[in-house]
């Protein structure tokens, strides 16, 4: 059974940048450009949460509490994304288990991704 990957971003394309390189990698993968998605995950829970930390109207570090919050969903690794370097300790704070900056390399995504699939 594949393992399954939710993407977050507001960026159309990096989603579906992030979406090819992860079902080549043999996830399965869901995306949404919309953070109140993410806050609403219940069903078919993801493996791995790859959460964008400027969402649309949204602050991913602000989903990311709420996730870690709630019993459902406390347990599910999250990765932020940024492009801003200097929000790796505030994605931290906010629960996420790892950072990672764009524009990154596949192999850097891939690796993460892995270290938190279980």
Do not use: H
């Amino acid at each position: 059974m594949k393992k399954k990957i939710l993407v977050a971003d507001d960026d159309p394309a990096i989603v579906d940048c992030l979406q090819i390189m992860l079902e080549e990698a043999d996830y399965e993968v869901k995306t949404t450009t919309d953070g109140e998605t993410v806050r609403m995950v219940k069903k078919e829970l993801p493996d791995v949460i790859l959460l964008d930390i400027w969402m649309s109207g949204e602050d991913g570090r602000d989903i990311c509490r709420y996730l870690k919050s709630q019993n459902q969903t406390k347990r599910i690794p999250i990765i932020m994304i940024s492009a801003t370097r200097d929000l790796a300790e505030s994605a931290k704070k906010a629960g996420a288990e790892d950072f990672l900056t764009k524009p990154f390399q596949m192999n850097d995504l891939l690796t993460k991704v892995a270290k938190y699939i279980q």
